[in-house]
Structure formats: structure tokens, C-alpha cells
């Protein structure tokens, strides 16, 4: 049985005598229910799990409710603590308040019942999490699936993994594309769309919002302005609009865009995005093109093989607190800016058969920078790339 590594901190932070509520948090399908399921199977205390699916959102008095439950079983146990789990939190309106209110209560009381918080809707927790919670929480990010891990878990290829990507409920699947393409439409990007963004945030075009998604996956890649995107959607909306609806799907861990690097803060933020997926196979599924054909075919390889690269390093920022962005001026760019600390890193992808990059020189000369770095079949092979310790990088 293939066991994610963040179990070893979870694992870790409940066997601790100090009590922090565990904050769970990432996107649909990727594994943290599953996850807290293992740690109990683990553990030899007594747990309490329950699920906010399908209780009406103005329930708050349904997590009362559950920690009374978690109280009274507690007491019946004789165990010197109980675990109280909730799962997908951020559905339940005011959880934060409420959640505050118990463990305080528990906390004068000197009752052990730990908690731990799943869910999916990131933005929705954050916000929760900051308000309300402050120094009474500590977080474990997940995010989708490495390479390594799904080479471990299901034996995937590296090239399986680029063309499909990390999620593991559709490894199994990627033998009959038509059944995976409809699973991850359907299960996970449609699921996501309807239940962490359009039912929680306040979306006046949801029509718009999902065009903007689909619009994103297939520039992957591409360094696009708001007003371009604006004019392809045949919509009336306004870039500010766009902003905001990309954040969203940032925060579900659908799509993001990259930020031009600039040494001035406030001017890299104004900068035009470049489009990122967050799994490599919200870009395959809106291809009608099959993974033999993709194969085949250098330049559109090229294109998928970077955009693994992206999301490997879009993982890597939530993970090991490092920034991603990319650099251009003039026709000179390269794809990926890696900054942790002071350190900066240039990264230019090239895996088709152009291996030329001109933009690295441009980049060399103009950006105060530590290392400068090709991916590609004249550099540091992609392959190995997606296997790498990012954090290496910065000590090499």
C-alpha cells in the first residue's frame, strides 16, 4: 500500500502532547481523505469522522452538534484523547467562528480531543483559518501528484505521467481514454466547478468562469493578456472580472497565471499572466488528440512536456515556499524564474527538436541571477528533471 509522505507529519503532529487544530487542504481527488483514513487505521486512540457533504450550509449547529458527540464518546472510552475529524469544513457557513468557540471551550475545560480539518476549497479555509483561528492551527498541503508518486503507486511512465497527469482515482483508467476523459470532466473538473467555486464564491457568470477555464488549459504555456482573453470569450465582462475568476480556480487547483519576474514587486503583479495548468491533464482532456498521436508529434510533445514541467513547479511553490514566474523583454524569454530567499534560478524547457535558447543569453546579461539552467535533450534531461528535489537546486 502506497503511503503519501505528508502522513508521516500528520502522523507526526496528532502523537504530539500539544494541541493544534491540523488543517488539511488541496485540491478534489488527490488523496487527504484517504490519507486521515490510513492515520486512523494507525492510531490506537478512538476517532470521530464526519463529512459536511449534504448538510444544508447554514447548519452551523451541526458542528456543535458533532463535537458534542466527540465529547460524549471521549468520556465513554476511558481513552486519554479522542480525534475529531471533519471533512470538506469550508461547506458549512461560518465554520471558523464555530470552530473557535469548541476548542476554546475544550481548551478551559482541559479536554483532549484533537481536530483535524479537511478541505478542498483553499481560498474558502484561508480565509476562515485567518480570521478566526490564529494560532490555534497549523497546516499540512497537499497538492496533485508527483511523478515519483505515481511511478510508485500505479508504475506509471514518465511519459504516461506527462500526457495524463497526477490524479490517482484515474490511474486506473488511462488504458480506455474516452472513459478517462469523461472522469476527469465529469468527477473531478465539473465536481470541482460546481461545488468549490460556484456554490461557496460569488460567480455572476458562471458560464463565463468555465469558458475561462477551458480558454486556460488549452494556452497552457502561453504568456496571454487578460484583454486577449477578454476578446476570445466574446463576453462582456471586464478584465477585473477574469482576475477574479482566475483566482478561483487557482485556489481549487484547476488554473493559474504565472507572474512576469521583476525585482519590483508591485510591477510584477501588474504583468500579463502566463497560463498554467495545475494538472497536466486538465490540458489533455480538452485535446482531441490520443496519446499515441501526441507522442508522435515533437513540437506538440515539446508543449506537453513543458507544461509538466509547470505544474511540477507550481506544486513546488505551495510546498517549499519558493516563488514561480517567468521572465520576458522584447522578444527575449525564458519560461520559468525560480526565486527561494534571495537566490534566483533561470529555467528554459526544451524537450522538441529546437534546442536553441536564445532567451537564456538576454537573461544572463540583463537579471541578477545564481544559476541559469536548461531542461532539456542538451541540458539536464526532463525526465530526470521531474524527479528532482527542487530545494537541491538552490544549495548546488
Same mark, same amino acid.
Given at each position: 500500500?502506497f503511503?503519501k509522505?505528508?502522513?508521516?507529519?500528520?502522523?507526526?503532529?496528532?502523537?504530539?502532547?500539544?494541541?493544534?487544530?491540523?488543517?488539511?487542504?488541496?485540491?478534489?481527488?488527490?488523496?487527504?481523505?484517504?490519507l486521515?483514513?490510513q492515520?486512523?487505521q494507525?492510531?490506537?486512540?478512538?476517532?470521530?469522522?464526519?463529512?459536511?457533504?449534504?448538510v444544508i450550509?447554514?447548519?452551523?449547529?451541526?458542528?456543535?452538534?458533532?463535537w458534542e458527540a466527540a465529547? *460524549?464518546?471521549?468520556?465513554?472510552s476511558?481513552?486519554?484523547?479522542?480525534i +475529531?475529524v471533519? %471533512? =470538506?469544513?469550508?461547506k458549512i @457557513?461560518?465554520?471558523?467562528e464555530?470552530?473557535?468557540?469548541?476548542?476554546?471551550?475544550?481548551?478551559?475545560?482541559n479536554?483532549?480531543?484533537?481536530?483535524?480539518l479537511?478541505?478542498?476549497?483553499r481560498?474558502l479555509?484561508?480565509?476562515?483559518?485567518?480570521?478566526s483561528l490564529?494560532?490555534r492551527?497549523?497546516?499540512?498541503?497537499m497538492?496533485?501528484?508527483?511523478f515519483?508518486?505515481m511511478?510508485?503507486?500505479?508504475d506509471?511512465?514518465?511519459?504516461? *505521467?506527462?500526457?495524463f497527469?497526477?490524479?490517482p482515482?484515474?490511474?486506473? +483508467?488511462i488504458r %480506455? =481514454?474516452?472513459?478517462?476523459? @469523461?472522469?476527469?470532466?465529469?468527477?473531478l473538473?465539473?465536481?470541482?466547478?460546481?461545488k468549490?467555486i460556484?456554490?461557496?464564491?460569488?460567480v455572476?457568470?458562471?458560464?463565463?468562469?468555465?469558458?475561462?477555464?477551458?480558454l486556460?488549459?488549452?494556452?497552457?504555456g502561453?504568456?496571454?493578456s487578460?484583454?486577449?482573453?477578454?476578446?476570445?470569450?466574446?463576453?462582456?465582462?471586464?478584465?477585473?472580472t477574469?482576475?477574479?475568476?482566475?483566482e478561483l480556480?487557482?485556489?481549487a487547483?484547476?488554473?493559474?497565471g504565472?507572474?512576469?519576474?521583476?525585482?519590483d514587486?508591485a510591477?510584477?503583479?501588474?504583468?500579463?499572466p502566463k497560463w498554467?495548468?495545475?494538472?497536466?491533464?486538465?490540458?489533455?482532456?480538452?485535446?482531441p488528440?490520443?496519446?499515441t498521436?501526441?507522442?508522435?508529434?515533437?513540437?506538440?510533445w515539446?508543449r506537453?512536456?513543458?507544461?509538466?514541467?509547470?505544474?511540477?513547479?507550481?506544486?513546488a511553490?505551495r510546498?517549499?515556499?519558493?516563488?514561480v514566474?517567468?521572465?520576458r523583454?522584447?522578444?527575449?524569454?525564458i519560461?520559468?524564474?525560480?526565486?527561494?530567499?534571495n537566490?534566483?534560478?533561470?529555467?528554459e524547457v526544451k524537450?522538441?527538436?529546437t534546442?536553441s535558447?536564445?532567451g537564456m543569453?538576454?537573461?544572463?546579461?540583463?537579471?541578477r541571477?545564481?544559476?541559469?539552467?536548461?531542461?532539456?535533450?542538451s541540458?539536464?534531461?526532463?525526465?530526470?528533471?521531474?524527479?528532482?528535489?527542487l530545494n537541491n537546486?538552490?544549495?548546488?
Amino acid at each position: 500500500m502506497f503511503i503519501k509522505p505528508e502522513m508521516s507529519i500528520l502522523q507526526a503532529r496528532i502523537n504530539d502532547s500539544r494541541r493544534f487544530i491540523q488543517v488539511i487542504m488541496g485540491p478534489r481527488q488527490i488523496g487527504k481523505t484517504t490519507l486521515v483514513r490510513q492515520l486512523i487505521q494507525n492510531i490506537e486512540v478512538p476517532v470521530l469522522f464526519v463529512a459536511a457533504d449534504g448538510v444544508i450550509s447554514a447548519n452551523g449547529a451541526w458542528i456543535s452538534q458533532q463535537w458534542e458527540a466527540a465529547r *460524549f464518546q471521549w468520556m465513554n472510552s476511558g481513552a486519554k484523547e479522542l480525534i +475529531l475529524v471533519f %471533512d =470538506e469544513i469550508q461547506k458549512i @457557513e461560518n465554520w471558523a467562528e464555530i470552530v473557535k468557540a469548541e476548542w476554546d471551550k475544550d481548551t478551559f475545560n482541559n479536554k483532549p480531543i484533537k481536530v483535524i480539518l479537511l478541505g478542498s476549497a483553499r481560498l474558502l479555509l484561508q480565509r476562515g483559518l485567518g480570521e478566526s483561528l490564529a494560532g490555534r492551527f497549523e497546516v499540512i498541503q497537499m497538492t496533485h501528484w508527483s511523478f515519483s508518486e505515481m511511478q510508485e503507486a500505479f508504475d506509471f511512465t514518465v511519459e504516461e *505521467f506527462v500526457y495524463f497527469g497526477g490524479y490517482p482515482g484515474a490511474a486506473s +483508467l488511462i488504458r %480506455d =481514454e474516452n472513459r478517462w476523459r @469523461e472522469y476527469i470532466l465529469h468527477s473531478l473538473i465539473e465536481t470541482t466547478l460546481s461545488k468549490d467555486i460556484l456554490m461557496m464564491s460569488r460567480v455572476d457568470k458562471p458560464s463565463l468562469l468555465r469558458r475561462l477555464f477551458e480558454l486556460g488549459c488549452g494556452y497552457s504555456g502561453q504568456i496571454l493578456s487578460m484583454t486577449k482573453i477578454l476578446g476570445q470569450l466574446q463576453d462582456k465582462g471586464n478584465t477585473i472580472t477574469l482576475s477574479y475568476y482566475l483566482e478561483l480556480l487557482d485556489s481549487a487547483g484547476l488554473l493559474k497565471g504565472l507572474e512576469k519576474y521583476a525585482p519590483d514587486i508591485a510591477r510584477q503583479r501588474m504583468s500579463i499572466p502566463k497560463w498554467q495548468v495545475q494538472n497536466s491533464a486538465f490540458s489533455t482532456v480538452y485535446n482531441p488528440q490520443n496519446f499515441t498521436e501526441v507522442l508522435q508529434k515533437p513540437d506538440i510533445w515539446g508543449r506537453y512536456v513543458e507544461t509538466a514541467i509547470g505544474v511540477y513547479l507550481s506544486r513546488a511553490e505551495r510546498l517549499e515556499k519558493m516563488s514561480v514566474s517567468y521572465w520576458r523583454e522584447g522578444n527575449d524569454e525564458i519560461d520559468f524564474v525560480l526565486k527561494k530567499g534571495n537566490k534566483v534560478i533561470g529555467l528554459e524547457v526544451k524537450s522538441g527538436r529546437t534546442q536553441s535558447a536564445k532567451g537564456m543569453i538576454a537573461f544572463q546579461k540583463k537579471v541578477r541571477h545564481d544559476k541559469l539552467l536548461l531542461v532539456g535533450n542538451s541540458g539536464i534531461s526532463w525526465q530526470d528533471f521531474l524527479k528532482t528535489d527542487l530545494n537541491n537546486l538552490f544549495e548546488m
